[in-house]
């Protein structure tokens, strides 16, 4: 072990040289020998000028002058197939001139790398990155790596400046009409702890305050105590929508399913929050319930397959999160069995709606009932608003 380690403290300068530091090296090493052997000055020349290049490299690399990055994105999210968003590149240079200086932005698993302009000292400069077209996910961009270079450009060595910002990539949606008509379960509605001035669920009388609804005054109240009392209010909720998508990788026969089932449920949850339903989306670990579509997109943006079948699991702990809840959309792709499915769907109640939705690229547009479910077979996103009408009725 302590052979080994010495050998990687020798050969750790090595790895610094660029592809023409290497060759400097070997010319050094090529001249020296052919100097002692032959007794030849003019090879000790250039020996000797090919080692003071990579000293006065090695030197340069001890010196100060690391510069500071800021990464800004101007746009956080996107949707997969839209242009990437710029990200402005904010450099500050150190005390000594750098001299075209190099820099890598990672993008994930890519990287775009740049050529800066002579920057003079403590100078700021800013610089455009143009992102490359990204899938749907979670990209961490950053941080920035500097290639300190000598002026001949002997010896790199990297530096990481700045910190590292999300990019989140949602997938592609659809429109869909199917629930501005409401759901049979959920006519009453679920009280909330949330209070409001309007809704059915009394909760207690208040003082009142400028700007209240004479209407909601209690008058027989108001006049034994004195002072105007308004009712006060639980907030009911219109409805709840759980869906819920298949994240096992043996569901899925290809990759484009699994992102094909993502667009298809993240357009049946926004479409429900739109409608004011209390959504709860899941896929996996990644869980969204929320009545607002930016929850919506974000949890959708971190889906991912798994290797180990986790559905029935999944559907175990949304009926613990979920009461009362008036359709249940689950997500799968063409090789699960519809007897998992129909488990899982025991779960969460036969009191709700049930519909399953199949992301299969290679199949038929097909809406059949199997039992005490309703199966849609979505071949591409396209489709979707018209087997949901379909599937709804």
Request: with cysteine; hydrophobic share 45%; charged share 20%.
């Given at each position: ?5 010495g ?15 290497r ?8 001249a ?5 052997r032959?007794?030849?000055?003019e090879f ?6 090919a ?21 800004v994105?101007?746009?956080q ?5 839209a242009?990437p968003?710029?990200v ?8 000594l001139p ?20 002579f ?8 610089e ?5 077209e990204?899938?749907r996910?979670?990209?961490?961009v ?6 300190k270079?000598d ?10 400046v700045?910190?590292?910002i ?5 997938p592609q949606v659809t ?8 759901l049979?379960?959920d006519?009453?509605?679920?009280t909330?702890?949330?209070l ?6 009394f909760?207690a ?26 009712r ?19 569901s899925y026969p290809?990759?484009?399913d ?9 357009s049946?949850?926004?479409r ?28 959708a ?44 769907a025991?779960?969460l109640?036969?009191?709700a ?31 979707l608003?018209e ?7």
């Amino acid at each position: 072990m302590s052979e080994r380690a010495g050998a990687t403290r020798w050969l750790a300068p090595l790895r610094l040289l660029t592809p023409l530091g290497r060759g400097v090296l070997a010319t050094a090493v090529v001249a020296t020998v052919l100097a002692v052997r032959l007794n030849w000055q003019e090879f000790a020349l250039v020996a000797a000028v090919a080692l003071g290049l990579l000293l006065v490299a090695l030197a340069w690399q001890v010196l100060p002058g690391a510069p500071a990055a800021t990464l800004v994105l101007k746009q956080q999210r996107t949707v997969v197939g839209a242009p990437p968003p710029d990200v402005l590149l904010v450099v500050e240079a150190g005390p000594l001139p750098m001299l075209f200086p190099r820099v890598v932005v990672p993008v994930g698993s890519r990287s775009v790398r740049l050529r800066l302009p002579f920057l003079r000292p403590f100078s700021r400069h800013e610089e455009a990155v143009a992102l490359p077209e990204l899938p749907r996910g979670v990209h961490v961009v950053g941080p920035v790596t500097y290639e300190k270079t000598d002026p001949v450009g002997l010896v790199s060595r990297p530096h990481a400046v700045g910190e590292a910002i999300e990019l989140l990539v949602s997938p592609q949606v659809t429109d869909v009409d199917v629930f501005a008509g409401g759901l049979s379960n959920d006519l009453d509605g679920a009280t909330s702890r949330q209070l409001s001035m309007s809704d059915l669920a009394f909760h207690a009388l208040r003082e009142y305050v400028p700007g209240d609804d004479l209407r909601h005054v209690h008058w027989r109240s108001s006049a034994k105590a004195g002072q105007l009392l308004v009712r006060q209010f639980h907030e009911t909720r219109r409805g709840h929508v759980t869906v819920l998508v298949d994240c096992a990788r043996s569901s899925y026969p290809r990759l484009r399913d699994f992102e094909l089932a993502t667009s298809v449920a993240t357009s049946i949850a926004l479409r429900s929050v739109r409608d004011d339903f209390d959504t709860y989306l899941r896929c996996g670990p990644h869980v969204a319930h929320s009545r607002h579509p930016v929850a919506m997109t974000d949890a959708a943006c971190r889906f991912a397959l798994e290797d180990d079948d986790g559905h029935l699991a999944q559907a175990m702990d949304a009926a613990g999160a979920v009461a009362g809840t008036g359709l249940v959309v689950q997500v799968t792709g063409a090789a699960r069995a519809i007897a998992d499915l129909d488990a899982a769907a025991a779960q969460l109640g036969r009191g709700a709606d049930w519909i399953v939705v199949r992301a299969d690229s290679e199949g038929k547009t097909l809406v059949r009932d199997s039992g005490s479910l309703r199966e849609l077979s979505v071949p591409d996103l396209a489709r979707l608003h018209e087997l949901m009408a379909r599937g709804m009725r």
